[in-house]
């Protein structure tokens, strides 16, 4: 690939730059005055671009990772069902007394529309034998070795640094995503972007990794459709206003534009940026996953309505265990009355 001269570079990205600063809607929505705007030397304004990726609201951001520091950790949730967890192996329980009674059980509606099933069931209570479980361990006691605390503190240091993204995601009709977040936890600084991706197949997986940084997930996903609330505004009688979006690329480009916040702050935007790359690299199998999950969600709701959950009888099984009764006796000898008249 061929390389502009240094010369070049510095005078193209100034203007590129200079553009994006003297916009009407740069102006308009980042509310600069103009007694605040200073000359900025060429140089600084091609650092900024190259450096910080200046972000407007006139031109999306798109970007371009790196595959090799650029992927999910773990699996990436595909509708495949967990497999069952095993059975408990019971002990054998020699039934000392044992009781039932008759109730009426109502098993909640697992779906919508579905109708609650309600039936009688028996409750039936067992006192048992003492099984002799084993005694739980007692708790770990705290390592005080100056060496150990050391060891575990270099552990710790050479761990990778980890970043929580904590992400609000409305998606409208699949095409556009609202993305709201508060960098570094701060409520009263909140930024909001457009993105151009479906924010669905974003979910499956918690854990990713980008540029020498790992970063813990913890998204809330919504959906909108425009035929929903256009719909309900008719039958009120009331015309309904669609949401207005930013200019963007097609769906499924990874880009976004903020429209609220400091679009220049890159630590604000660097979730997002991260989020955006990492479609780059993981996009196709982030999307066969989702639409698995969601050809999954079908089949199951489906199961579900031919196969509604039916209440279950219920049996109780209760010990008196010997082992702490007996514990507890030479603590009872032990004690003393220490108030009250001798």
Known sequence: MSRLPLRGWLKANAVACERLLNSPSTRKD?????????PIPLVLLAFLVAA?????????????????????????????PSPPAPVPVLPNFAVKSSWTE????????????????????????????????????????VNSDPAAIARFKAMVAA???????????????????KLRWYPNGHPDQEVIAWSALDFNAMSGFSKFTYNGSNY??????????????????????VTYVPPVFPDLPPTGTPAF???????????????????????KVEGPQLVAAYQ??????????????????????VLIQVWKREEAAAQMAPLQETTTNTGGTP
């Open 102 to 141: 008759r109730v009426v059980r109502e098993e909640p509606a697992p779906l919508p529309g579905m109708t609650p099933v309600r039936k009688p069931v028996n409750v039936t209570v067992q006192v048992v034998e003492d099984p002799h479980l084993p005694t739980p361990p007692a708790p770990v006691p």
């Open 52 to 80: 910080t990726s200046l972000r407007s609201q006139d031109a999306p951001i798109v970007v371009s990772p790196d595959p090799t520091t650029t992927h999910i950790i773990g699996n990436i949730a595909n509708g495949t």
């Open 257 to 279: 534009v903020v429209t609220q916040g400091d679009s220049t702050d890159a630590d604000a935007i660097a979730p997002i940026t991260a989020l955006h790359e990492l479609y």
């Open 216 to 237: 813990n997930l913890f998204m809330f996903v919504g959906n909108d459709s425009s035929e929903q609330h256009r719909r309900f505004a008719q039958r009120r009688g």
């Open 30 to 38: 980042q509310k600069i005055q103009p007694s605040r705007m200073k």
């Open 292 to 313: 698995a999950r969601a050809q999954a969600r079908i089949e199951h709701e489906a199961w579900l309505r031919a196969n509604p959950p039916q209440p279950q009888d």
């Open 159 to 177: 761990r990778p640094k980890v970043e929580n993204i904590f992400l609000s995601a409305t998606v409208y009709d699949h095409q556009r995503t």
